[in-house]
């Protein structure tokens, strides 16, 4: 039981990362039917940012603005550079155009700044721990869940009660009626970047801080949590991508102490057979999204 | 399997044996003049064979995998395992279970082991990979691919006992039975003869026809998930192959052999080319494998190869070493912004010989004669219920339309005549009622199937396979039908003929002009030879004189086939010049029935549809 409530709480902890992650990849799906393969760069981008920074003699805290202001500013630049040239392609033109994103983004890394790890310094209160009961509750695993909380109520509110809101809900749903309706599509593509990009930016703050380096591949990490979140949830879902990295969150923490020793280390392929298994049984993911096809 | 002897096998290959000619040419060419490394020409060979692998998959259902490498990863790592010799395995995996440190076979059988156990995964992952596809469209069929690859990294990485872990892998020397280029090339040349004859044969053909459009394909009576699953077990076999000799040629296998960097790599050589086509994929490996060597000399001895010594120029910062990804990263971008469909698009070098060379009749056949229908396999709709959440769409509607007959659905918008041409392909589930064709109660199935009962339809919003040709549209259909339907083969010349498309029978069909695509629309239905054909809104769009012709066409369509007709539109003029038999329906129920001139007549009709200009 206590062991039950401990995962639990790790596995919130992870799953929130996971959720903002997700919800990111989840926007920029709604409206145009992009898989994002490059979310995961936006985590690289800031990593480096935050490296530089913090080598130059920045405190961590202005450094976490920083990584958010990086992660909008390049996602938004992505957005110009490659997918505004894309928008409307076919699923396999999206597809490889973020993956090409990827790609090109950690190797301008690899080629200019070095293969190699380059690591900084991580907060002190990062690894503390306070305890509840029986329970060790990590200082930055509460932090987290506060912000992620936090974050998503914010993002709610955005959605349900401004315009913007109201016009990337209804782009989600059909783009081409939200335009006939004279919501801009520019603005709200953009829109979804930018918040897509503060998302990411959030996600990275914890990721950064947790793992206190980055190298080119950075962002492969994030991005698969993310991506597969948004697909165990239901893709187009927001609310299903949030539930999504839950899912996975806990699901990562339970396996790792509940397998068996010997197969502890392959934990991440145990999640992704299940994964291929919940596709099989449950091909819409968790919640599914109605979308008729005119015929 | 082949309709057309010479267009189907011989001139692919013929083709195969010129691309092969020509791919060794350009190696000799690059080793002997140029004096390259033997070992790029080796692995640009096997480079090829995976592409071609991944092209029958992505070419002909258009579904991006990221996964291929991943089977190919299993397929070298079983290979490694069966081919090494017990000797080395102590060395590496002295505990590897099922008793696999005691195996030692040729490589030969060794090959033949990794594709059986690839090809057996993929069954696997196929199933699922379908369901997913048919639920939620390709994109998270994608996703599951890219799973995929990361099981098998890590499975690769954190399984030492039958890989050797992350640093170590699996080293060996095998003896040489493959060490000449000789295997290298076999495998090289069935590949391309593979994924060409693929292409032509029936699967493939249905397959690419599902890639142009999944839904009027199934409505033609394509499952697409059995063309996607032959596809992609054919299409592991052929990586399979290919990985286990990479595998050889390296000596040695690790995680990270058959993971990221060889997925670019793969992809950006399909994609440059051309996926679609098996020519576009070997140029593709050409263009990549030249540039991706360019970029790494310049990368490492910046302009210096050119002897022009421009090593210490403002450029220096371009050419770094690595620079080899941040080009294969753009040439994935740049094409995908600039040309999506590749440098060759789905040119192919076999069917352009076939076309220059291969004898075709040129002359219009004759016309096709009529056949009177038999009076058997009525169409019964009973009692068809159904909501849209809160929206009664159709309440207790029942028609009936015999061969000998045109029957006509008219209708206000939104009076749910569409809805019921939807319910009765199968297209929409009902919530009660039955719909039956000669007795054979087809409620409930999925819409392939009750095509090829006889029950096919065309679209109100056109949607035809555009990249086949006209003619191929409709060969398409007539594949079906002779498969599925047990029909005769049908002479696709004169039913292309018959619908006045002889002209532009090589035209592809998203080149043709609304009225022409209407009529490709009838003939490639017509081509299935069915019972009854449903026509959504034949004319819309059409001016007077266009829907006038319309009657004819459609008279003639069912007259050669001897097919019943069931037509919505609203077009009065069109419906009374052409229905024997008319249903009248408002807000989801049948208000009216009758011959053209009683509902005409009548008040109630005139009232819910013509409106007030009936009245004057």
Known sequence: MAELLQNLIDGLGRGSIYALLALGVAVIFG?????????????????????????????????????????????????????????????????????????????????????????????????????????????FDTVVIGVTVLALVATSLLLQRTMFGLALRAAAADF???????????????????????????????????????????????????????????LGSLRGAVLGGFVLGLAEVLLRSRLPDSLASLTEGVVFLLIALLFIFRPQGLISVAHAERV | MFSDLRRDVVFPV????????????????YQGLLGGHERLVTFALIDAIIVLGIQIYVGNTGILSFGHIGFGAIAGYAFALSAISPVEKIKRVADAP???????????????????????????????LARSGAESGAVSATVITLALLFVTHELARNWPDMTGG?????????????????????????????????????????????????????????????????????????????????????GSILPGDFFFNLTLVTLVMLIVGGRRSVTGALLGVGVITAGR??????????????????????????FRPNLKMVFLGSAMLGFMIWRPAGLLDDWELDRWLHGKFGRRRTKPPVPLPMVAPGNSDALVVRGID??????????????????????????????????????????????????????????????????????VRTFQNLRLFGALTVWENVEVSALVAQTTRDQPPLDVDALVAAAGLWEVRDRRARELDYGTSRRLELARA???????????????????????????????????????????????????????????????????????????????????????????
């Open chain 1, 31 to 139: 409206v145009m039917h992009l898989l994002n393969f490059a979310h995961g760069e936006l985590i690289t981008v800031s990593g480096y940012a935050t490296f530089w920074a913090l080598s130059a003699g920045w405190s961590w805290y202005l450094v976490v603005p920083l990584i958010v202001a990086v992660s909008v500013v390049t996602s938004l630049v992505i957005e110009r550079l490659a997918f505004s040239r894309v928008r409307g392609a076919d699923d396999f033109t999206l597809l490889l155009t973020s993956f090409g994103v990827h790609f090109v983004v950690s190797a301008i890394f690899l080629l200019y700044v070095s293969a190699s790890v380059k690591t900084f310094s991580r907060p002190g209160w990062v690894t503390n721990t306070y305890a509840v009961g029986f329970l060790r509750i990590e200082v």
């Open chain 1, 176 to 234: 081409d009626t939200a335009r006939l309706m004279g919501v801009r599509s520019d603005s709200v593509i953009r829109g979804a970047f930018a918040l897509s990009g503060v998302l990411a930016g959030i996600a990275g703050i914890f990721w950064l801080m947790r793992a206190g380096n980055t190298v080119p591949t950075a962002g492969v990490n994030p991005m698969l949590k993310g991506v597969l979140a948004a697909l165990i949830g239901g």
């Open chain 2, 14 to 29: 013929l083709g195969a044996i010129v691309l092969f000619g020509l791919f060794l040419g350009a190696g000799a060419f």
């Open chain 2, 98 to 128: 099922f008793g696999l440190v005691d195996v030692h076979l040729d490589p030969w059988t060794s090959i033949a082991i990794a594709v059986v156990v690839v090809v057996t995964v993929a069954a696997v992952v196929g199933i699922g």
């Open chain 2, 166 to 250: 992350d640093r170590a892998g699996l080293s060996f020397r095998i003896g040489g039975a493959l060490d000449s280029r000789v295997p290298i090339y076999i495998a090289f040349f069935g590949a391309i003869v593979v994924a060409r004859l693929f292409a032509q044969s029936r699967m493939g053909r249905l397959a690419v026809a599902a890639r142009e459009d999944n839904l009027a394909a199934r409505a033609m009576g394509v499952n697409p998930l059995v063309q996607q699953m032959v596809g992609l077990l054919l299409s592991v076999g052929v990586v399979g192959v290919g990985a286990s000799l990479r595998v050889y040629q390296k």
């Open chain 2, 293 to 318: 060597e360019l970029a790494r000399r310049l990368g490492q001895d910046g302009f210096e190869i050119f002897g022009i010594g421009l090593d210490d120029a403002p450029l220096d910062w371009i």
């Open chain 2, 386 to 455: 159904v909501a849209f959440g809160g929206f009664q769409a159709l309440r207790d509607v029942s028609i009936d339309a015999g061969r000998q007959e045109v029957v006509g659905i008219i209708g206000p918008n939104g009076a749910g005549k569409t809805t019921l041409l939807n319910v009765i392909t199968g297209l929409v589930p009902v919530d009660a009622g039955t719909v039956e064709l000669g007795g054979v109660d087809l409620t409930g199935k999925q819409s392939f199937q009750i095509a090829r009962h006889g029950l």
């Open chain 2, 526 to 616: 017509a081509a299935m030879s069915p019972t009854f054909l449903l026509l959504d809104e034949p004319t819309s769009g059409m001016s007077d004189t266009e829907s006038m012709s319309m009657i004819e066409q459609v008279r003639s369509m069912a007259g050669v086939i001897g097919a019943g007709v069931v037509v919505i539109d609203h077009d009065l003029n069109f419906i009374t010049g052409i229905c024997d038999r008319i249903y009248c329906l408002d807000c989801g129920q049948v208000i009216a029935e009758g011959s053209p001139a009683e509902i005409q007549a009548n008040p109630v009709v005139q009232a819910a549809y013509m409106g007030s200009s009936a009245q004057q």
